[in-house]
């Protein structure tokens, strides 16, 4: 049994600008794993940090908690248009991973929103809770997360690549064929990622590509954990992005984990329970 006192040191690790980033994410994911309002209620706090990617994790994480309790804030977040575009995109995006029909009018609103990531995730999330209505849940993730779009049916890796590097496709398309490259796995399909990765990067001053989907290649690299996603995760650990840079942080944290003899990576309560 988790106690409240636990619950308050883990969410002050997480709202402490002081603390190294991997830190706050392993108490974020320490969070979502503990569930509850208190939980929420902590991750709620940090959403007036500094790093756009941290938001953007707070927003993720409350989506996959699947806590209605959460719908408020994400709504806050989703209609304040001085966060940045990914931190609203992820709210807009977990209020989909909820499943609440009752939000479905608020998604429409935004699915005509300006910034163009924030609409084709909000029509994103329309769709998703459309398909939940008509009982067609989207198949469950190898890596247990509440996806926002189906991986692609295509298994060519040539053609998921081509997809997830056209700037002419649209977000929905891009997220599939990035999810269908997490899902294969193999060293082909982590090229492709990195290759995503690296579009827009100093190596491709000729690509426009938006920083939120070279950060969400580095988070699939991370999540696949092969020796091969090293070399090109160090690499961007330095980008000029800072969200790309902190990206790759963290998923570099997270291949440590995995590759190591860590219980689990949202390890913040064993850490506390071990140092009282």
């Known amino acids: 049994m988790v106690t409240e006192e636990e619950v308050e040191a883990i969410g002050r690790t997480l709202v402490d600008a002081a603390q190294p980033l991997p830190a706050r994410f392993r108490a974020l994911f320490t969070l979502r794993n503990l569930g509850g309002r208190a939980a929420v209620d902590w991750i709620s706090r940090a959403f007036e940090d500094g790093s756009a990617l941290l938001k953007h994790e707070l927003a993720y994480c409350l989506g996959q908690m699947q806590d209605e309790a959460a719908i408020p804030v994400l709504i806050r ?50 769709r998703r809770l459309e398909w939940l209505q008509n009982k067609q849940e989207p198949g469950a993730s190898p890596y247990l997360s509440v996806d926002p779009a189906p991986p692609a049916e295509e298994t060519d890796i040539a ?21 269908a490259l997490r899902n294969l796995g193999g060293q082909a399909a982590v090229l492709a990622l990195a290759d995503g990765l690296h579009s827009g990067s100093a190596l491709f001053r000729h690509r ?9 290649c580095a988070e699939a690299l991370g ?11 160090r690499a961007f650990a330095r980008d000029e992005e800072r969200v790309v840079r902190e ?5 570099l944290d997270m291949y440590e984990y995995e590759n190591g003899a860590q219980f689990q990576y949202a390890d913040a309560l064993c850490k506390l329970q071990a140092s009282a």
Do not use: W
């Open 77 to 126: 977040v989703l209609e304040d248009t001085g966060q940045e575009p990914m931190v609203r995109h992820e709210a807009g995006e977990a209020l989909g991973a909820i499943g609440n029909p009752d939000v479905l009018d608020i998604l429409k609103r935004y699915s005509e929103d300006p910034v163009v990531e924030v609409a084709e995730t909000c029509q994103l999330a329309v």
């Open 159 to 179: 053609k998921l690549r081509e997809t997830l590097l056209d700037e002419s496709r649209t977000l929905f398309d891009r997220y599939r064929a990035m999810f």
């Open 208 to 216: 426009t590509e938006n920083p939120m989907v070279r950060h969400e």
């Open 223 to 233: 999540s696949i954990a092969r020796p091969s996603c090293l070399e090109t995760l």
């Open 247 to 251: 990206s790759c942080e963290v998923a």
